[in-house]
């Protein structure tokens, strides 16, 4: 899915950077210059209470994995908050769900962080 959704920002004009290991978390779309950072989450490593479904073996592990995941995004979206950023987090569920509507969500969100405080040109 995180092809599709990057091909379709890149057809909408928008540029960014992937998978940025010098940023917390190492986000999966980063809008440096208006400091927007999009996570994709999947439904099975960040713990979908809707959709997760455990492994049957190695149940103690697999509980622990997850959650040293949540909580890793917990104080990942503190990190951004804290210093300015924009977050959007998808479920993967939603993007298979409604798919246009996600992204559209992300060009509105880049696009009105990188006009903040520039003149409108008519």
Known sequence: MEIQVRSALW???????????WLPGKPDIVFTKSKTVVFLDSCFWHGCPAHLRRP??????????????????????????ENGWAIIRFWEHDLKKDFDSC???????????QNIGKA???
Do not use: H, P
Request: aromatic share 10%; proline share 0%.
């Open 56 to 81: 049957k073996s190695n149940q103690e592990y697999w509980q622990q994995k997850i959650a040293r995941n949540q909580r890793r995004d917990v104080i990942v979206n503190c990190f951004y908050e």
């Open 11 to 21: 057809r909408a004009g928008l540029r960014f950077r992937k998978n940025v290991a």
């Open 120 to 122: 409108t040109q008519v």
């Open 103 to 113: 992204v559209n969500r992300i060009i509105l969100a880049a696009r009105k962080s």
